[in-house]
């Protein structure tokens, strides 16, 4: 074992190479053979999310839509990807897409604006993972400044000596070119930009179609007093100009590290009245006042701020708008001017990213302080609700809890399974909470307006409603999103969920050992494992709302009596379209009522004809068999629909199949179901399930059917004995049975 891991931390090491160090000509020669290694923060930035692809969406009338792979890719941001607000993040791509081309959005400060529970902290947190990955790749490739020096009073922080000399890194990890005095960059630039190896740019710019065919050599930002002085005070040991001491120049690879606070600050603001400015621009170093004597010399100032940290690189400021009215201007100050400036020290170059995040409270605060009015033109909120789409809300916890990612398997007694349309039904009812009722029509129920929200057909309104509806708040402060239900109050009641079902799990399998006798089929298949359903979360849930906001009675009623049961009923109206499609096996016959349906509709728009099944003679559209399936589909008004379906039908080569519209499968698996392919044997299943009628009792066939239905949950739709019995004990319940 122990030469396996040195295999192993050997293999590691060499593929992640970061200690590179060059001398400034050879960094020099890398520039004009890979000119992007120059970027500044907001390039490299704006590259990297770039880097997970973009894909683009068209709507008439509306703006183009981005979605950024990046934000969900794992191997970007390791474990923090974020589903969902596309908005938010198509508008923090806009600022940092206009600061990387040098606008004035470099010059504001960037806040990210949402309720707890809205991913502000993940998203960042997820860019300082992606910036380390980012910069151990040959495609963020970044270099930073080593000072030489022989003054002996530094050797403490030397990196390395050579030949007499130390060398220790610039502190706030100036980039190479930020060393040349502004008299020589503009010519600098000309030669680096005349010697650039174009076909290794081409390359690159082939990769970056953002950069429109053009990548310049740029030289952005100043080196701190500290280095200024370093260098001075070696020129003059050495006696040497500054021509001299660029040979003794060297650049270290840089790693963006938030751990080691290397490129990469982060800022918690305590009390306002125990907040303390040297945690964001730093201290002087007393121990090093009998060595510099002076508080004011360049070299006693620790440079351990968070400002300093991410002065070439990010910095993100937790809960912004707690901090004070000085601390405030003093990240305006860094952003507008690029500088900071710490007491008794000359200001501190500032060339890198800022972005906050706060809440809703603080930042009412903040804008009816008309102190602040200043502050607040050169502030850019970016809003980020919770999700109202219960499609990408599901995201959120499939990632933690569904059974792919945690690997669960059947013999696994303490962990549960996740029943279908368990994490549907958590997601649905946060996004539920999160909506505002229709004004528009108050006939509306916040389960259609979430339907409509996911892009689902079954929402029982036509296209032009559910489009009003879409746009009926969009520009409504507080916007949707911002209130209701928060993931962690979801997550809690999973894990509530959980983990009782484990512990009741334990307590039948202990109670069974102590029993003798047989125990029937359905019993020990249905105790095979502890499993999570929809009906389990939804008695937890109404727990935890009545415990959380008893003494809000408003929300407890909108939460418990309104929202609650009608996501729980859609959801085993979700359930009973699997024990349909189990029962059936064959969606052939579906398909083709279906298509049955769309002929008929299409006859009758066209005021034609269709052909009898059987004598296939031209006979009217059956108005009755219509109308049956839109009582299934939930159809209020017959003639829109039938009219819209039929445009649809004509736009698509008169072919519009049953799975394109996943959103109507339900409605006539069920309507098959109970009239048309054995519907007397699959209502009499039902029938004995919902009298209660136990095992030994039930007739050879269809207990074999009941087997066969079980079996088919679980091998194509992901139940397990219990899950799967449970749900045919829904849909029998849910059914018009008369027992």
């Keep these: 074992m122990r030469d396996k891991l040195k295999n192993i931390l050997q293999a590691s090491a060499v593929a992640n190479q970061t200690d590179q160090v060059l ?43 981005h979605r950024y792979g990046f934000f969900e890719d794992a191997t970007a941001v390791g474990p923090f990807i974020v589903f969902g607000q596309q908005k938010a993040k198509e ?20 806040i990210l604006l949402g309720p707890p529970g809205s991913a502000k902290s993940r998203s960042m947190d997820g860019i300082k993972t992606a910036l380390n990955l980012y910069s151990r790749l040959e495609a963020g490739l970044t270099y930073s400044l080593l000072l030489p020096t022989v003054d002996e009073r530094l050797r403490d922080r030397m990196v390395f000596e050579e030949a007499g000399v130390y060398y220790v890194q610039a502190p706030i990890f100036e980039r190479p070119l930020q060393v040349m005095p502004e008299y020589a960059r503009g010519p600098m630039c000309e030669e680096l930009n005349a010697n650039l190896n174009r076909d290794n740019l081409e390359v690159f710019l082939e990769k970056h179609p953002h950069y429109d065919s053009q990548f310049e050599v740029k030289i952005n930002g100043r080196i701190s007093p500290f280095a200024r002085y370093v260098l001075d005070e070696f020129m003059a040991a050495k006696d040497l100009d500054f021509n001299g001491v660029l040979d003794y120049l060297k650049v270290k690879r840089m790693i963006f590290d938030a751990r080691t606070k290397t490129g990469i600050g982060s800022y918690t603001p305590r009390d306002e009245k125990s907040q303390e400015a040297g945690s964001l621009v ?39 708008l707690k901090l004070s009215d000085k601390f405030l201007y003093e990240l305006l100050f860094a952003t507008q001017d690029r500088f900071f400036k710490p007491e008794g020290q000359p200001p501190i170059p500032f060339n890198g990213v800022i972005i906050g995040h706060t809440n809703f409270h603080e930042f009412n605060m903040f804008m009816s302080n008309e102190s602040f009015e200043a502050l607040r033109s050169r502030t850019t909120f970016i809003e980020m609700p919770l999700s109202v789409n219960f499609k990408d809300e599901e995201k959120i916890y499939s990632f933690t809890y569904s059974n792919d990612n945690r690997r669960w398997l059947k013999d696994r007694k303490h962990m549960c399974h996740v029943a279908p349309h368990s994490l549907e039904f958590l997601s649905l009812t946060a996004s539920m909470s999160r909506l505002y009722e229709s ?33 009926e708040f969009e520009f409504v402060k ?61 008695v937890v849930m109404e727990r935890s709302i009545k415990e ?64 009898h099944e059987v004598t296939q003679a031209d006979v009217k559209p059956d108005e009755k068999f219509m109308q049956t399936i839109e009582q ?40 098959v ?54 749900a045919l004990t829904i849909t029998a319940n849910a059914s018009s049975i008369v027992v």
């Excluded at 202990?510 to 029993?515: G, N, V």
């Excluded at 399930?689 to 066939?701: D, H, Q, R, W």
């Excluded at 269809?702 to 194509?716: A, P, R, S, V």
């Design 282 to 320: 730093g201290n002087i170093d007393y121990s090093l006042l009998p060595r510099f004597g002076s508080e004011s010399h360049p070299l006693v100032h620790d440079y351990k701020g968070e400002l300093c940290a991410g002065a070439n690189g990010f910095v993100e400021i937790h809960e912004i």
């Design 439 to 471: 004004k528009q029509n108050p006939n509306l129920s916040l389960l259609q307006k979430s339907l409509i929200y996911a892009g689902r057909a079954d929402s029982g309104v036509d296209n032009n409603m559910a489009k009003m509806i879409l746009e």
């Design 23 to 65: 001398s400034f000509f050879e960094y020099l020669d890398l520039v004009t053979q890979k000119p992007w290694i120059s970027r500044d923060t907001f390039q490299l930035l704006h590259d990297m999310i770039l880097s997970g692809g973009v894909e683009h969406s068209l709507s008439p009338g509306k703006p183009v839509k």
């Design 478 to 538: 507080p916007t949707e999103g911002t209130f209701g239900l928060d993931p962690r109050f979801i997550q809690n009641v999973f894990e509530k969920t959980e983990h009782f079902q484990i512990n009741e799990y334990a307590a039948n399998i202990q109670k069974l050992r102590e029993e003798s006798g047989e125990h029937a089929l359905l019993t020990s298949i249905a105790l095979e494992n502890p499993c999570t359903t929809p009906l389990d979360l939804a």
């Design 632 to 671: 299934y589909l939930g159809i209020p008004d017959k003639e829109v629909f039938r009219k819209e379906l039929s445009d649809a039908i004509s736009s698509v080569s008169y072919t519009v199949l049953l799975k394109d519209e996943p959103s109507y499968q339900n409605a006539i698996k069920k309507y």
């Design 548 to 611: 959380n906001f008893a003494n809000n009675k408003v929300k407890l009623s909108h939460y418990a009596e309104k929202i609650l049961p009608q996501a729980k009923n859609w959801i085993f109206g979700q359930i009973a379209s699997d024990v349909y499609s189990a029962i059936l096996r064959d969606d052939s016959i579906v398909e083709t009522t279906w298509k049955k349906y769309t002929d008929h509709v299409r006859a009758y728009a066209h005021n034609t004809t269709v052909k």
């Design 673 to 726: 179901f109970e009239n048309e392919f054995k519907s007397g044997e699959n209502m009499k299943l039902l029938g004995w399930i919902k009298s209660g009628t136990s095992a030994a009792n039930v007739n050879s066939k269809e207990q074999e059917q009941l087997n066969d239905t079980i079996k088919y949950l679980m091998d194509t739709r992901g139940y397990c004995g219990k899950c799967a019995f449970q």
């Design 91 to 110: 508008n923090l791509v806009e600022k940092i897409d206009n600061a990387s081309r040098g606008l004035e959005s470099s010059k504001r400060l960037w």
